[in-house]
T-cell receptor, first 111, second 112 residues
Framework: GQSLEQPSEVTAVEGAIVQINCTYQ??????LSWYQQHDGGAPTFLSY????GLEETGRFSSFLSRSDSYGYLLLQELQMKDSASYFC????????????FGAGTRLAVHP | DAGITQSPRHKVTETGTPVTLRCHQT?????MYWYRQDPGHGLRLIHY???????DKGEVSDGYSVSRSKTEDFLLTLESATSSQTSVYFC???????????FGSGTRLTVV
């Protein structure tokens, strides 16, 4: 089967950097995605890593190590609007672009 | 300009009644998915579709059925609603591997 582990909560201050880790166990791994969800809203796509290394998109970066079954989302220059839940999701073999999601990390950004 | 819409947005129903949730897309994407979201569980896949009339079960499919008679519509049916099916239901679409999902706004279902 597939499983993902990520911290349930993270707290940080405005302007800081925070890293949200995700470890996974899956057969036939294709890639790791990250999604952001504000309270009462729908998840929105942030990034996708299929290969090892760091992908940068503005203030957000995502990293993958396939050999360690590990990835992280790095948020820089934190803003209050970054307070949200963040989900890692594994795309695994079996086709149809199915994703299995972690339970989510709730990020609280304080002034 | 939303490419994906869910209806209804909120619904309260009684135990034992059938319920159908609708997902409609205007993006002509091949893949459509139904997830449920509950505290502490993240998003769990109920059913998915990879084309018209092509559907399959996800990890929590018991008590649910789906149908996709047109590319743009994916229906989720609870044949006989139970209180354990109280949840927020999200529909998502994608076109190909590596592309992110686009989620609908969700349906909050309460079974009393």
């Amino acid at each position: 089967g597939q499983s993902l582990e990520q911290p349930s909560e993270v707290t940080a201050v405005e302007g800081a950097i925070v890293q949200i880790n995700c470890t996974y166990q899956t057969s036939g791994f294709y890639g790791l995605s990250w999604y952001q969800q504000h309270d009462g809203g729908a998840p929105t796509f942030l990034s996708y890593n299929a290969l090892d290394g760091l992908e940068e998109t503005g203030r957000f970066s995502s990293f993958l190590s396939r050999s360690d079954s590990y990835g992280y989302l790095l948020l820089q220059e934190l803003q209050m609007k970054d307070s949200a839940s963040y989900f890692c999701a594994v795309r695994f073999s079996g086709g149809y672009n199915k994703l299995i999601f972690g339970a989510g990390t709730r990020l609280a950004v304080h002034p | 300009d939303a490419g994906i819409t869910q209806s209804p947005r909120h619904k309260v129903t009684e135990t034992g009644t059938p319920v159908t949730l609708r997902c409609h897309q205007t993006e002509n994407h091949r893949y459509m998915y139904w997830y449920r979201q509950d505290p502490g569980h993240g998003l769990r896949l109920i059913h998915y579709s990879y084309g018209v009339k092509d559907t399959d079960k996800g990890e929590v499919s018991d008590g649910y059925s789906v149908s996709r008679s047109k590319t743009e519509d994916f229906l989720l049916t609870l044949e006989s609603a139970t209180s354990s099916q109280t949840s927020v239901y999200f529909c998502a679409i994608s076109e190909s591997g590596g592309d992110g999902y686009t989620f609908g706004s969700g349906t909050r279902l309460t079974v009393v």
